[in-house]
């Protein structure tokens, strides 16, 4: 038999109608026997996660506030699910101990992932699995990284004797004990961690949507569904602002080609997307998908000859180096060159970054240009594909948008442009439009 690991986020645990869902998925496949849960999220009855409500209440407590309206919020909560599912777990008891440890002192990171490790004892007894609480098997070390190598090790030795169980994401244990958490969203990486660490078939990420569309849904009404995509290509429409994923999650299931599938708890007979290691098996479009951001400032410099003059970008990029700031692009041809940096990160150097360049580079001229926003358009068929860019830039001089930027990334499944913040939204569906039924 295979081995299938679940992960259900917050929306598909927030209340028991939800788990009740979730149990007859897991029930309906004997493969999916490790399951990794998050915490309750929103639900029509409550417009708050629990997530939010754990770090609330320890910010109350550490400023010496009344905790009571937060700690019995929480509390109601998870003893309704547990009535109403008809379970034994002593959530009280177990409450009454997470607020004494705060009232000493746990802090943020154990407050939080407090909202896993309860779901995860309910979850367990729900479905009748075995619990692990993840402090036991997911490791920090003292500087606060993730340590994959004896986190591997262990879990999978840990899980080579238990059949079925349920392990609580987004927490783990630093060398001292004390509760570490990852950023938020975090469950999508223990969940990828557990899938690499048993070597599983396929690590399934239950969320609220049928996986991924070409382009946010919010931005395009009906937009192309993906069927499949790469980690690399996930990983740079994840980059552009496209979330449905942890952006973490990809990095412990890439090194073994596990795939992800990304489903929808309330349409569990979608298939939703496959997030696959390679796409040569499959038919496909051009291009997978359009993210992009807003804001950034493109630095321009013309120099008559730059193309031969030894360390020219070097001195560039070194003067934007001191400043601190990383850069996103560097396009560049014979006579001129472009850096492309966050509005937020370089606003109050950049005069200071100019004064440099013209210093280092003695250029002819250098240009800020402010408000733009990129935009990726990402396909790893874009390579094989005759005519991608051609139509792409039909699009956008039909929908009469100035493109300001062109950077084809070396790994020639990604065309980046860069348009004024105005043009933004009215390019992402241009794009989208030409490429939808292709
Ligand atoms: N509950 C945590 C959060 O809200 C982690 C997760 O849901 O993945 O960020």
Not at 76 to 82: A, E, K, P, S
Not at 221 to 226: I, S
Not at 247 to 252: A, L, T
Request: hydrophobic fraction near 40%.
């Amino acid at each position: 038999m295979g081995i299938k690991v679940v992960k259900f986020g917050g929306s598909s645990l927030a209340d028991a109608g939800q788990m009740r869902k979730v149990k007859d998925i897991v029930q309906a496949d004997p493969e999916r026997r490790y399951v990794v849960p998050s915490a309750p999220g929103k639900s029509p009855e409550y417009d708050i996660k629990i997530t939010d409500l754990l770090y609330t209440l320890e910010n109350v407590i550490e400023n010496g506030g009344n905790h009571e309206f937060y700690f019995n919020m929480i509390r109601d909560r998870f003893v309704g699910i547990r009535d109403e599912l008809g379970l034994t777990v002593n959530i009280e008891g177990e409450l009454d101990h997470i607020l004494e440890r705060l009232l000493n002192g746990a802090g943020a990171d154990y407050a939080a992932s407090r909202g896993e490790y309860l779901n995860g004892l309910l979850l367990a007894e729900y479905l009748g699995y075995a619990f692990i609480d993840a402090a036991e098997v997911i490791l920090f070390d003292k500087r606060g990284r993730y340590d994959e190598t004896n986190t591997e090790k262990l879990l999978s030795k840990r899980l080579k004797s238990i059949d079925r169980a349920v392990i609580p994401g987004f927490y783990g244990s630093l060398p001292n004990g004390n509760i570490k958490t990852f950023s938020r969203g975090g469950s999508d990486i223990t969940g990828a961690i557990v899938a690499a660490s048993v070597r599983a078939d396929l690590y399934e990420n239950w969320t609220d949507v049928s996986g991924f569309y070409m382009v946010d849904p919010r931005l395009v009404p009906d937009p192309g569904k993906v069927e499949s995509i790469t980690y690399r290509e996930l990983r740079e429409l994840s980059y552009m602002g496209a979330s449905v994923l942890h952006e973490d999650s990809i990095f412990p299931v890439y090194k073994y080609a596990i795939p992800i599938n990304v489903r929808n708890t309330n349409e569990p007979s979608d298939p939703g997307t496959m997030i696959v290691p390679s796409i040569e098996n499959f038919k496909g479009r051009a291009v997978t998908g359009i993210a992009g951001k807003k804001n950034f400032t493109i630095i321009s410099i013309e120099k008559t000859g730059m193309n031969a003059e030894l360390g020219f970008g070097r001195r560039v990029l070194a003067s934007i180096e001191k400043y601190g700031i990383p850069f996103e692009h560097m396009p560049s041809s014979i006579d001129s060159l472009c850096v492309v940096l966050e509005d937020s990160k370089v606003r109050g150097s950049i005069n200071d970054i100019i004064d440099d360049i013209h210093r280092s580079c003695e250029p002819d001229s250098v240009e800020i240009i402010n408000g733009i926003a990129l935009i990726a358009t990402v396909g790893k068929r874009m390579r094989d594909s005759i005519g991608t860019a051609a139509r792409l830039f039909s699009a956008l001089a039909e929908a009469d948008i100035n493109v300001r930027m062109i950077d084809q990334g070396s790994s020639e499944i990604n065309i980046i442009i860069g348009v004024k913040n105005e043009d933004f939204e009215r390019a992402v569906i241009a794009i989208h439009n030409a490429f939808r039924d292709s």
